[in-house]
């Protein structure tokens, strides 16, 4: 399979919509519930404010997997803060495609727009029961930071 990786576009999202609301609907490894329209797409992953960029995987005309990364909120009131200098990841792989590489290229891409930006650290927040997300960003080198009884959350240090 020829996989290349590019900037994620407007004209993505419904492909992107597709890939991400197959992962919900099995549920288990998303925080996500609801379904994703290709607005809110954009809005929250291609067009997003804080956005530092978001990636799409590719073979041929489809998409198998997306990743973006995002400069943490300053004006965060919520639990664990992060520092202004820490970004957040999100990855999805399309059903019947990981551990196939998918993720893997992603990163390199992301990891590049992450030092382009000087980010300090990433941080990959999963739920608990996605063993294979947790085992997916430990081979990329994040490492546990904190956990809570949902999830846990691994740091990258980019720096």
Known sequence: ???????????????????LNAIIETG?????????TEER???????????IGCFVAAAGDGILG???????DPNWE????????WAFIGTYVA????????????????????RAAKVVA???HIRKENLLGQAFYGRLGFVDY?????SVSKRFDVT
């Not at 288990?28 to 994703?36: I, L, M, S, V």
């Not at 797409?41 to 956005?51: K, Q, T, Y």
């Open 1 to 19: 399979m020829d996989i290349f990786v590019r900037p994620a576009r407007k004209t993505d999202a419904p492909q992107m919509c597709g890939l």
């Open 28 to 36: 288990g490894t998303t925080a996500f519930r609801d379904p994703f």
């Open 41 to 51: 797409m954009i809005a929250d992953f291609i067009e997003r404010p804080l956005g």
């Open 66 to 72: 997306f990743q973006a990364l995002e400069w943490s």
């Open 78 to 85: 919520g639990p664990n803060p992060l520092p202004a200098d």
């Open 95 to 114: 059903q019947g495609v990981q551990g196939q590489g998918v993720g893997r290229r992603l990163f390199q891409a992301t990891l590049a727009a992450a």
């Open 122 to 124: 990433i941080d990959a």
């Open 146 to 150: 904190r956990s809570d009884e949902e």
